[in-house]
């Protein structure tokens, strides 16, 4: 089958790299955006003619009226999250019919025990928790491997719903209300569960092109991340396809987005963290805090070891590169090239998060450009020294920066 070219957006780093408003400019040439992983621990900001949008489940798409939009399987999914979201937006003047909407009836649901263990057991690891976002992602997922998860498809049919639900009475304090709850979105929610393999080979088909939408970063992605300082899912490109049941082929370009310095959020190693005043200058100036949790980033330089790997395994065609007025008074830029430690140097990730830890980093510094780029939409307007960090990045990936971004609005934005 010949499909159109798809689009497959992720970030390069511990997520929050700014895939929402990139997203957001890339939907305008979409038919349909679709999530292929993750949950509502995601945090979307999108700014469009001035009111502020915050998604974290519906695909960004959602908030332009004329687009399609939809959750593949490998998203796990809290209906009450997305209930709730679904009423913010309609509040907001924003419609959203089963036709603009689809969600994959073999995705996962998110249970409200699943929320319950998370939290228990990130007490439970006490100092070497895993900083997760508390809303049952990982616990769902388990269910999912584990064969015993309930999933969207299952809400088409109330009455063995209503069977089964007897059966996980004992998981909730307040059964009735659940119960309840369980039968107003098996109403509410059925038109929009379809078999989205079936619909979205029928829209290829018909010419119409995918922005698949990436959540998280590469960096938290449960196989090739900082294990076990990671999300649940896979958060690489190919899972576009794996999270959708469209064929690899369906992936199309990949575009990755790298902020022009780093942040994590949640535990887990950092090697390029800033502790010092630049570090805070950077998340004062970045407004750094968790779109999910209000937690503040840890902020650093951008790390190169990690930006290479991640585009050979991602199979990255071009890049976006986010947030680079943030770095407009610094006098000097650093990158990591490499890292030490006990005698032994790495250009590439430790499988073992120890050996990640505490190593030292080996830098490239580049010069400042110390002058205003917020707000320019037009390459041949930035100052020579980001003009010269830009090719910098690009010779170390070896991939295209093609779009910058220099501010939170939409129209912030360099093309090239
Ligand atoms: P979980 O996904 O809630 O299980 O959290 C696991 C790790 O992923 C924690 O370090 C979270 O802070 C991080 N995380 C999950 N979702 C996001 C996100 O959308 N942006 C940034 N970090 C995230």
Redesign the pocket.
Known sequence: MHHPQNTTIIGLQ???EGKGKMVDHLAEHADIIVRFQ?GH???HTLVVEGVTYKLNLLPSGIVRPDKKTALGHGVVLDLWALEKEMETLSTAGITITPERFMIAENASLIMPWHRVQ?QNRERGLGDNK??????G??PAYEDRVGRRAFRAGDLLDPQALNARLQGVADQVDDFCAFAEDMMRFSRTLAPHIVPLWQVLAQSQRRGETILFEG???FY?DVDFGTYP????SNTLASQAATGTGLPAAAVGHVLGVVKAYTTR????PFPTELSDTTGEHLGAKGHEF?T??GRKRRCGWLDGVLLKQACTINGIQALALTKLDVLDELPAIKVAVAYQKAGVTYTHLPLHWRDFSDVSVVYDTLPGWQSITAGLQDYDALPDNAKAYIAYIERLSGVPITCISTGPRREDTIVR
């Open positions: 511990w997520g929050d993750g621990n995601a945090g998370d895993i900083g997760t976002t508390g809303r992602i990982g959540a998280q970063g938290l300082f990671v999300t649940s959020v949640g535990s887990g968790g999910v949790t």
